[in-house]
């Protein structure tokens, strides 16, 4: 089993800035994956950013590409999303998710993610 908290969400103006932090404990592997996804009132889950175990991989949906990075300290079991120029269309509830299956071909789909994260609501403001 993984447990995943994540934390830092918030309200901030749009063009501001907030990180997001996960924190993984329990059983974990080397080929884990750990994604972001994100969840909007009426909307379905949407897939946000990815990265590798050791963090030499990533991988972030094209909305977000270039405004979000995701890295993570091995030392620390925590995971991060760094969430830059912040939009309106951005609020939504984030969660973090672990895939243990290590696919990186499919780390954008959230039904290969095995554990989740209870979400932190993010709401930016016009």
């Known amino acids: 089993q993984v447990q995943l908290v994540e934390s830092g969400g918030g309200l901030v103006q749009a063009g501001g800035s907030l990180r997001l932090s996960c924190a993984a404990s329990?059983?974990?592997?080397?080929?884990?994956?750990m994604g972001w996804f994100r969840q909007a009132p009426g909307k379905e889950r949407e897939f946000v950013a990815a990265?590798?175990?050791?963090?030499?991989?990533?991988y972030s949906s094209d909305s977000v590409k270039g405004r979000f990075t995701a890295s993570r300290d091995n030392a620390k079991n925590t995971l991060y999303l760094q969430m830059n120029s912040l939009k309106p269309d951005d609020t939504a509830v984030y969660y973090c998710?672990?895939?243990?299956?290590?696919?990186?071909?499919?780390?954008?789909?959230?039904?290969?993610?095995?554990?989740w994260g209870q979400g932190t609501q993010v709401t930016v403001s016009s």
């Open positions: 998710a672990a895939q243990p299956s290590g696919r990186w071909g499919s780390a954008a789909a959230s039904e290969e993610y095995a554990y």
């Open positions: 329990g059983r974990t592997f080397s080929s884990t994956i």
């Open positions: 990265i590798s175990w050791f963090g030499r991989s990533t």
